[in-house]
């Protein structure tokens, strides 16, 4: 099977920068995505890493390491609207090389003045 | 944008009830993805579907539950008889392709549904 672990909640002001950090086990591995979720919304795609390094996409940014199953989502310059539950996501190999993701339990970020 | 609408919103049910949860994904996608959400909990999965059948599921997507595409644009998810723990958030996702680096699942607004 699969599980992913992400600290519960996060706190910092608004500037700062914050890094939310994701490990998981998988029985094989494609990649690791996140998504953002606002209280009472959809989950939204964030960004995708499917070889180890750095993807940067404006303000965030997503680093994996295979070798050491770990990876985590880098948001910088922080700002109110940020404030949400950020969840990490692996697509993994399964009996049909899956369609599904599995996620983690999700990090919720407070940002504060 | 395009994006993925759902219907209803709200959704409350007595237990044993039959439900229908309704989905328009994006028009171009070609696979369509039912996940839930307890509330304050994990994004769970539940079915994917492609080609007009099932390509997986998980453990939680029993005999309870079925999908249908009985159009060209609506995606269901039907709960035969449902069950107090079926009270959840229920979120309908489409991908142009499977799941990868340039085809990310796109979520729908979700359906709560309450079952009392």
């Known amino acids: 099977g699969q599980s992913l672990e992400q600290p519960s909640e996060v706190t910092a002001v608004e500037g700062a920068i914050v890094q939310i950090n994701c490990t998981y086990q998988?029985?094989?591995?494609?990649?690791l995505s996140w998504y953002q979720q606002h209280d009472g919304g959809a989950p939204t795609f964030l960004s995708y890493?499917?070889?180890?390094g750095l993807e940067e996409t404006g303000r965030f940014s997503s680093f994996l390491s295979r070798s050491d199953s770990y990876g985590y989502l880098l948001l910088q310059e922080l700002q109110m609207k940020d404030s949400a539950s950020y969840f990490c996501?692996?697509?993994?190999?399964?009996?049909?090389?899956?369609?599904?993701?599995?996620f983690g339990g999700g990090t919720r970020l407070m940002v504060k003045p | 944008e395009p994006e993925v609408t759902q219907t209803p919103s709200h959704q409350v049910t007595q237990m044993g009830q039959e439900v229908i949860l309704r989905c328009v994904p994006i028009?171009?996608?070609?696979?369509f993805y039912w996940y839930r959400q307890i509330l304050g909990q994990k994004v769970e999965f539940l079915v994917s579907?492609?080609?007009?059948?099932?390509?997986?599921k998980s453990e939680i997507f029993d005999d309870q539950f079925s999908v249908e595409r009985p159009d060209g644009s609506n995606f269901t998810l039907k709960i035969r008889s449902t069950k107090l723990e079926d009270s959840a958030m229920y979120f309908c996702?489409?991908?142009?392709?499977?799941?990868?680096?340039?085809?990310?699942?796109?979520f729908g607004n979700g359906t709560r549904l309450t079952v009392t």
């Open positions: 996702a489409s991908s142009e392709r499977r799941v990868a680096w340039n085809s990310p699942l796109h």
């Open positions: 998988t029985s094989g591995f494609y990649g």
């Open positions: 890493n499917g070889l180890d």
């Open positions: 996501a692996v697509r993994a190999l399964n009996r049909n090389a899956g369609n599904m993701l599995t």
């Open positions: 028009s171009n996608h070609l696979y």
């Open positions: 579907f492609y080609n007009n059948e099932i390509s997986e």
